[in-house]
């Protein structure tokens, strides 16, 4: 069943549902956590979301992509996402490219790359090792523009000081 949603995946469908993600992004920007969201597609509709809250829950383990894993294994009922898709602004970081392959989520789509920490090809691809009993397949650059810019915005704010530091993210989270 799952498949047949797969085959009609297509370079719009992907931008309508980063565009979701973005949303969710810029909801950590508002609350001075670093700007990453995600959502976790499952038969063409969106059953999870979440954002970044590493600041505000003051936990490294509030990343988007972690919360949305959680919430849709309470949706779909089972800890494996089998026939989802994860939609993600950055790409993500080792603890959620770890968690996307004990979740056996099978397709992973990624506005943009984080060259200091992306654990999704940049600095390692723990989505496709052989290694591991579970791979998973990787769309890069979905909007790649709009979700760097708000990456870079987040920082410049930082930098001037328009959010607060304490409360700001840091380089190199996903
Ligand atoms: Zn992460």
Known sequence: MAKAYFDKVDNETDELFMREALKQARKAYKQGDTPIGCVIVYEGKIIARGYNRRNKDKT?????????????TKVIGDWRLEGCTM??????????????????????????????AGSCGSVINLLDMKEFNHRASITKGVLEERCSKLMSDFFADLRVGAINKEQGGSHGTA
């Open 60 to 72: 490294a383990l509030a990343h988007a992509e972690i919360l949305a894993i959680k919430k849709a």
């Open 87 to 116: 939609y993600v602004t950055l790409e993500p970081c080792q603890m959620c490219a770890g968690a996307i392959v004990q979740a056996r989520v099978p397709r992973v789509v990624i506005g943009c790359m984080n060259k200091k």
